[in-house]
């Protein structure tokens, strides 16, 4: 079944005629993804790999029935591209940019909230259901179709899971990036549920990392989960009070945000706690995956 992209997925480009928006709307539709309309203001008119672009988001949508959008812009117009995307009416929005500005993003997350919308990322690879659609840069090459749901704060991590997977022939129901940066659209709570009403995700992947306190709050929601998850935290050697990468990715002097306490509010929570991404393959097959 997979969450939030699939084969009923018509999406829509922003940025669809720059360099980025360009390559991945190419590789979106080789495998398979509806991608029904492009934005970018002043090139109404034009299309892209077969792909008409519109003015506006609104136009997009009226004229094609689109559900969801990806948002290839810099990440000083990410928000303008959120909040045209929700007043037209997409329901799923996914922001790919790095370093989109905290107060920013303090907007589109309350207004989605007040809209009713699902906003990923930004620092975001998207969303893939492999076999079925993808919306982000992600290389789907490496994914398989499966029962297993991923939701990753980190790209990089993200992907050398799926590849370990993958090879040892555990494949993924839905991959999300949650993203990096300092204010996600959606937490690993907020994602959470989705999975574990999917019937055909029969365990979850959690790959966190210092900073934050999405972790402890997934905790929390993981104690009454009826599917087993499996977590993995990144930056246990980070120094204290350094932003490592990631803009949310720091422990404060008081040690919050730590590996450390992260691990064990898991573990206490049921969580079986990964100490690389080449142990979980094996933790998924002690659960029978």
């Given at each position: 079944?997979?969450?939030?992209?699939?084969?009923?997925?018509?999406?829509?480009?922003?940025?669809i005629?720059?360099?980025?928006?360009?390559?991945?709307?190419?590789?979106?539709?080789?495998?398979?993804?509806?991608?029904?309309?492009?934005?970018?203001?002043?090139?109404?008119?034009?299309?892209?790999?077969?792909?008409?672009?519109?003015?506006?988001?609104?136009?997009?949508?009226?004229?094609?029935?689109?559900n969801a959008?990806?948002?290839?812009?810099?990440?000083?117009?990410?928000?303008?591209?959120a909040?045209?995307?929700?007043?037209?009416?997409?329901?799923?929005?996914?922001?790919?940019?790095?370093?989109?500005?905290?107060?920013?993003?303090?907007g589109?997350?309350?207004?989605?909230?007040?809209?009713?919308?699902?906003?990923i990322?930004?620092?975001?690879?998207?969303?893939?259901?492999?076999?079925?659609?993808?919306?982000?840069?992600?290389?789907?090459?490496?994914?398989?179709?499966?029962?297993?749901?991923?939701?990753s704060?980190?790209?990089?991590n993200?992907?050398?899971?799926?590849?370990?997977m993958?090879?040892?022939?555990?494949?993924?129901?839905?991959c999300?990036?949650?993203?990096?940066?300092?204010?996600?659209?959606?937490?690993f709570?907020?994602?959470?549920?989705?999975?574990?009403s999917?019937?055909?995700?029969?365990?979850v992947?959690?790959?966190?990392?210092?900073g934050?306190?999405e972790?402890?709050?997934?905790?929390?929601?993981?104690?009454?989960?009826?599917?087993?998850?499996?977590?993995?935290?990144?930056?246990?050697?980070?120094?204290?009070?350094?932003?490592?990468g990631?803009?949310?990715?720091?422990?404060?002097?008081?040690?919050?945000?730590?590996?450390?306490?992260?691990?064990?509010?898991?573990?206490?929570?049921?969580?079986l706690?990964?100490?690389?991404?080449?142990?979980?393959p094996?933790?998924?097959?002690?659960?029978?995956?």
């Open positions: 079944m997979s969450i939030l992209v699939d084969g009923g997925t018509r999406l829509i480009v922003q940025g005629t720059g360099r980025e928006g360009t390559f991945h709307t190419e590789q979106m539709l080789t495998y398979g993804t509806r991608v029904v309309a492009g934005v970018t203001p002043g090139k109404g008119g034009m299309s892209v790999h077969g792909v008409p672009v519109y003015d506006t988001v609104r136009e997009a949508a009226e004229a094609t029935g689109a959008s990806v948002v290839f812009v810099p990440a000083r117009f990410t928000a303008a591209g909040y045209e995307a929700m007043e037209a009416g997409i329901p799923l929005i996914m922001t790919i940019a790095e370093h989109v500005p905290v107060h920013d993003m303090m589109v997350y309350h207004t989605a909230r007040r809209l009713g919308a699902t906003v990322g930004p620092n975001s690879f998207g969303v893939i259901s492999p076999g079925r659609a993808k919306a982000g840069f992600m290389a789907h090459a490496i994914f398989s179709p499966g029962p297993v749901g991923i939701l704060r980190s790209a990089t993200c992907y050398e899971t799926v590849y370990a993958t090879r040892s022939g555990i494949g993924q129901s839905t999300v990036g949650v993203g990096g940066d300092m204010i996600p659209g959606s937490t709570v907020d994602l959470l549920p989705l999975l574990e999917d019937p055909e995700t029969s365990a992947v959690l790959i966190g990392e210092i934050g306190g972790e402890e709050l997934a905790a929390r929601y993981i104690v009454g989960m009826t599917k087993k998850v499996v977590a993995l935290i990144a930056g246990k050697n980070a120094p204290t009070g350094r932003s490592m990631h803009a949310g990715a720091i422990v404060s002097a008081d040690g919050t945000g730590s590996a450390a306490r992260k691990e064990e509010l898991l573990r206490d929570a049921g969580a706690i990964a100490q690389s991404t080449e142990d979980i094996g933790l998924l097959r002690g659960l029978g995956i």
